[in-house]
Structures are given as C-alpha cells and as structure tokens.
Nanobody, 126 residues
Framework: QLQLVESGGGLVQPGGSLRLSCAAS????????IGWFRQAPGKEHEGVSC????????YYADSVKGRFTISRDNAKNTVYLQMNSLKPEDTAVYYC???????????????????WGQGTQVTVSS
C-alpha cells in the first residue's frame, strides 16, 4: 500500500526546534524528489522545502531559509525536516509529498506532487 506518513509535530515555544519525519512505503521512494508543504488556517498552501533524488539538491522558501534543513535517508525511505529557531508564524499543518520527477523544479505550488501524506500539526506558541 502506497503511503507517506509524517510524524514529529507538536507544540514548541518560539525559538525551539522540531524534527519532522516523512516515512514512505509502497513506491520507489529513491526515484522521487520529496517536498515539504504547510498550510496555516486562513493562509495559502506554501511550499517550504524540497530535496531532489538526482543529486540531493535542496531548496527552501525564503521564509525558512537558514532555519530549516531538509535531508533524506534512502535506506530508510525517509525524509526529514529539521526546524530550528521556530517562530509563531511557522504554525501550520505540515505535509510531505512526492514529486512526479526526481527534480524539485517547480515544486513550490504542489501541482507536481503525486503522493501526499496526511499531515502533522506544528504549533509554535509560548
């Protein structure tokens, strides 16, 4: 059964850290670029980060650059999103998704995603 399962969300104080995981099964994980997206209440869906499968290139939204780090472990079929220096505006449901290709070009809108996880809630609040 094809699945992407996110975990690692929770409640954290501003300035804190969380590490999200995206575990994949049921498809050829190491072929696909994997992206992280988020959606906050009343806000547009946002592409946060992406990691290619071709050469491991990484991409970040300006809003998270320097604070978030994406990585992948193909042996474990898992992609991680390390989130540091969290801010209240990072509060959202975070989703991972597999791109249609090994590349991240154009990932930001999510239109290229073919498999999605169910999401994990991240709340940054004091």
């Amino acid at each position: 059964q094809l699945q992407l399962v996110e975990s690692g969300g929770g409640l954290v104080q501003p300035g804190g850290s969380l590490r999200l995981s995206c575990a994949a099964s049921g498809f050829t994980f190491d072929y696909y670029a994997i992206g992280w997206f988020r959606q906050a209440p009343g806000k547009e869906h946002e592409g946060v980060s992406c990691i290619s499968s071709s050469d491991g290139s990484t991409y970040y939204a300006d809003s998270v650059k320097g604070r978030f780090t994406i990585s992948r472990d193909n042996a474990k079929n898992t992609v991680y999103l390390q989130m540091n220096s969290l801010k209240p505006e990072d509060t959202a449901v975070y989703y991972c998704a597999a791109d249609i290709s090994p590349y991240c070009s154009g990932y930001e809108t999510g239109d290229r995603a073919i498999y999605w996880g169910q999401g994990t809630q991240v709340t940054v609040s004091s």
